[in-house]
């Protein structure tokens, strides 16, 4: 029962700003938005994790619409090294801790 | 930090043979998450240990399939009897206090039963 809904793949040059988009009509309110991205032959890396306000980290910028039901995560200046099966999911802040992950999208990167 | 170390990589086991996987958790990190990674299931939630006590063995395998946490430093998949449907990446993921705190994954050991 997936609960997010991500576009299958994007693609983007080198050096530009991507847009990541991640709908979550149904989210209830103790849901935070988690983002992981998984490279071939590596396990998920943990990008960022929003509730309400827009955060920022080194890796990107997380904007999630203000009813909450979709967010976007936000790379500068992509490189090769970001491309990666990019995955949103949700998840509460207690008793919540087996992840499950759908298909996520598939960011190819052009140099 | 090193991150969330698992050894082997990879393994290669004949049908019938024991394969034990090993998982080294982010330093301070007091839970422990195994999952399994496949083309066609996803990943699939196998066991968590906080605190080196099992909490939820729900995903495992009830034959062949055993999991220990002997000290904080590391956890150990063990699968006796390997088949050829138990191929798959195994990824281990730590946390502070588990539950609802972010996990972090290692980068899995690929498992291929001939």
């Known amino acids: 029962d997936a609960k997010t809904t991500q576009p299958d793949s994007m693609e983007s040059t080198e050096g530009e700003t991507v847009h990541l988009p991640c709908s979550h009509a149904t989210i209830s309110g103790n849901e935070y938005i988690y983002w992981y991205r998984q490279v071939p032959l590596q396990g998920p890396e943990y990008v960022t994790h929003g509730l309400q306000q827009n955060t920022t980290n080194s890796m990107a910028f997380l904007a999630i619409a203000s009813d909450r039901k979709s967010s976007t995560l936000i790379l500068t200046h992509v490189s090769l090294r970001d491309a990666a099966v990019y995955h949103c999911?949700?998840?509460?802040?207690?008793?919540?801790?087996?992840?499950?992950f759908g298909a996520g999208t598939r960011l190819k990167v052009i140099a | 930090n090193a991150g969330v170390i698992q050894t082997p990589r990879h393994k290669v086991t004949g049908k019938g043979q024991e394969a034990t996987l090993w998982c080294e958790p982010i330093s301070g990190h007091s839970a422990v998450f195994w999952y399994r990674q496949t083309i066609v299931q996803g990943l699939e939630f196998l066991t968590y240990f906080r605190n080196q006590a099992p909490i939820d063995d729900s995903g495992m395998p009830k034959e062949r399939f055993s999991a220990q946490m002997p000290n904080q430093s590391h956890s150990t998949l063990k699968i006796q009897s390997t088949q050829p449907q138990d191929s798959a990446v195994y990824l281990c993921a730590s946390s502070w206090g588990g539950d609802g705190d972010t996990q972090y994954f290692g980068p899995g050991t690929r498992l291929l039963v001939l």
């Open positions: 999911i949700l998840r509460v802040n207690t008793g919540n801790y087996k992840y499950v």
